[in-house]
């Protein structure tokens, strides 16, 4: 069968040395070099994200068990949450929100452009929030939120704890936690960790974790961060639930994959790749639906040029070797998203822009052939 090349916004291609982790014989949760494993995870997690007094959590689950995990913990039933949307998967803040019975209010963009900082500021001082909600990266519409400059505004506010989705995020840009004032900060592993998917990973701060003490009982069970802190601090010794052991040994290796490389040259690489993208695809007369100040490094939402009918597209891009994902509400059938982050390679990032250009002529699209790849090698090998 021909392999095809995952170039979705998740889950990323994954790395053999992460699949060979993955593989590896399967302990008890409480066995010593697992529990070492678990330990060092915890750790890296908090060096990805720069903070130096965060508590990490690691639980079997998805980015929107970690969506809802964060909020639970940090409000009671009628207290106020602001959420900050540039997209759908701000949009599911609120969904989850109203579930819980919080008092949400909303500051949602246009698809394509962010929630000026400006006016997030004269929100919170209209009203007391107990918590901020933002999306750093919107999958949905491939937006990155200006994050250090909001930060400095929820600065002000500190009785609001600020709650960053780093989603399709953490890994590939930068996130200052500790600098940026951010009080929880979550992502999952299938993204721009390159790992399978199967783990929300959680970072409270000091703040957050005070909020949660001071909620008291909680009337759910699974997602009080109370009932896995022991085990965060101390798991050799402790019982909650069973852990996802092989997921472990696969984000360990994923995130020593990351260190390797270093974060700075990791942000840099994700910005070269992401700009070879932008420059490539629009030199074949697609256009990149966030604006170009605010466009994300890990994912992007790609407006077809007339005469392309989505669907039939992306099916035979399926059949010529690359997978793209589906534009999802507003912008359904108008565009395609492209994740570029990760562990890929300028390799991928070639035979991404060539197979586009393949299934361009089979649909009679008028470009000049080979133009996407000389925008990208423009960039890709001109420092």
């Known amino acids: ?171 590939g840009i930068e996130e200052r936690m500790d600098d940026w004032g951010i009080d929880i900060l979550f992502c999952g592993n299938q993204k721009a960790f390159g790992a399978p998917p199967g783990l929300a990973n959680l970072i409270f701060s000091e703040k957050a974790l005070q909020r949660r003490n001071s909620l008291g009982k909680i009337a759910i069970y699974y997602l009080d961060i109370n009932r896995w802190l022991p085990i965060m601090r101390e798991p050799a010794n402790t019982y909650f639930s069973t852990h996802a052991v092989n997921m472990v040994n696969a984000l360990h290796q994923a995130l020593k994959i990351i260190l390797q490389e270093g974060l700075e040259e990791r942000f840099k690489r994700h910005r070269r790749f992401a700009l070879a993208f932008h420059q490539g695809l629009e030199a074949l007369g697609f256009q990149i639906l966030a604006s170009p100040e605010y466009r994300a490094n890990t994912v992007s939402a790609v407006l077809y040029p007339a005469g392309i009918e989505d669907t039939a597209f992306r099916k035979r891009l399926f059949e010529n070797g690359v997978v793209v994902a589906s534009a999802k509400q507003k912008i359904a059938g108008k565009a395609f998203r492209l994740g570029h982050m990760g562990n890929i390679s300028e390799t991928e990032i070639m035979i991404t822009l060539s197979i586009i250009e393949k299934t361009l002529l089979e649909f009679k699209q008028d470009f000049t052939l080979g133009s996407s790849i000389k925008a990208a090698e423009e960039i890709l090998y001109k420092e």
């Open 1 to 171: 069968m021909k392999q095809k090349l995952l170039m979705i916004p998740g889950p990323t291609p994954v790395d053999r040395s992460i699949l060979n982790a993955l593989s590896k014989e399967t302990v008890s949760h409480q066995d010593p070099q697992l529990v070492g494993t678990l330990a060092e995870v915890l750790k890296d997690l908090n060096t990805i994200v720069m903070t130096k007094k965060g508590q990490s959590f690691t639980v079997p689950g998805t980015g929107t068990l970690a969506m809802e995990m964060t909020l639970v913990n940090s409000l009671k039933e009628g207290e106020p949450l602001l959420v900050v949307s540039h997209g759908y998967f701000g949009d599911r803040f609120v969904e989850i929100g109203q579930t819980h019975g919080f008092q949400v209010e909303v500051l949602a963009s246009e698809w394509g452009k962010i929630v000026e900082v400006e006016e997030i500021a004269k929100k919170l001082k209209e009203k007391r929030f107990s918590a901020i909600t933002i999306t750093h990266v919107d999958t949905s519409t491939g937006v990155c939120a200006p994050l250090k400059e909001i930060s400095e505004v929820v600065k002000n506010f500190p009785e609001t704890l600020f709650i960053v989705d780093g989603v399709c995020a953490t890994g």
